[in-house]
């Protein structure tokens, strides 16, 4: 089964940095995409990036460009979101997703098809 565990989230203020972990099992970490997702409230959830760990890819909203940098441990079977220059606006409860068959349809067209996703962890910005 696959599974997927948030941690890392809190109360932070506008400029300060966070760090969130995915951390995953029940399938072969580093042959899949793991993406991340916020979701804030009364809002639609919104992808933030994506890692491919084994071709070195990764994905970036526009939104977070520059501030936010995904990576991976595969030995510990963690994906990695390091939020750097957090704002208001980044206040939203973060999501890990993977999904073994068509990760990159889902990611950009249709998320709530994704296979699995972690419970969230939630970042808050203080003005």
């Known amino acids: 089964e696959v599974q997927l565990v948030e941690s890392g989230g809190g109360l932070v203020q506008t400029g300060g940095s966070l760090r969130l972990s995915c951390v995953a099992s029940?399938?072969?970490?580093?042959?899949?995409?793991i993406g991340w997702f916020r979701q804030a409230p009364g809002k639609e959830r919104e992808g933030v990036s994506c890692?491919?760990?084994?071709?070195?890819?990764?994905y970036y909203a526009d939104s977070v460009k520059g501030r936010f940098t995904i990576s991976s441990d595969n030995a510990k079977n963690t994906v990695y979101l390091q939020m750097d220059n957090l704002k208001p606006e980044d206040t939203a409860v973060y999501y890990c997703?993977?999904?073994?068959?068509?990760?990159?349809?889902?990611?950009?067209?249709?998320?709530?098809?994704?296979?699995?996703w972690g419970k969230g962890t939630l970042v808050t910005v203080s003005s």
């Open positions: 890692i491919n760990a084994n071709v070195g890819s990764a």
């Open positions: 997703t993977t999904d073994r068959i068509n990760f990159g349809y889902y990611y950009h067209s249709a998320p709530y098809g994704m296979e699995s």
């Open positions: 029940g399938f072969t970490f580093d042959d899949y995409s």
